[in-house]
């Protein structure tokens, strides 16, 4: 955990997943990569349980609402949080098409240009990342490697609704 208590960390991911269809298997790897990267090394602490960690997070975007329900290791609920995805639409269309185009670029385009789109990614996934952490700030103390991963696990249900 780099040095951070494990009991103020996540140790369990779950998906409230829409009906929409299945993301690519693109994102679906990016899916598999982000939640095992955030179980591995994240700092995580509610403002509503701190120090009763670690936690377990479920996820779920309903009615444009992303929703997301905390709880501890034993099974005791511990907060859940609201937010709207207003704020993300914009992003989450740009960084989409970017993806897809990147995706897409490294089976065939020149290096260059795979190196253009994963900038603009990164930059968009950035963002993403900031206005997560933004909106989370005051519920969740959260760092931003955490963010950026929960950015792309919130992108894949986003996808999905």
Known sequence: MSGESAAESLIQIEFDEGTGPHPSPDVE????IAVYDL?????FTPRE?????????RLRVSDNRLIFIIG??????VQEITLSMSPFRSLMKDYAMVCESYFEAIKSAP??????LDMGRRGLHDEGSKILKERLHGDVEIDF????RLFTLV???HMRG
Do not use: D, F, K, M
């Open 29 to 32: 790897q990016e899916r598999r």
């Open 145 to 148: 490697e955490t963010a950026r």
């Open 49 to 57: 349980g701190a120090g009763r960690g670690p936690y377990t997070l």
């Open 155 to 157: 992108y894949v249900l």
């Open 111 to 116: 290096r260059t240009r795979i190196e253009a």
């Open 39 to 43: 179980v591995e090394n994240n700092i």
């Open 72 to 77: 501890t290791a034993a099974g005791a609920s």
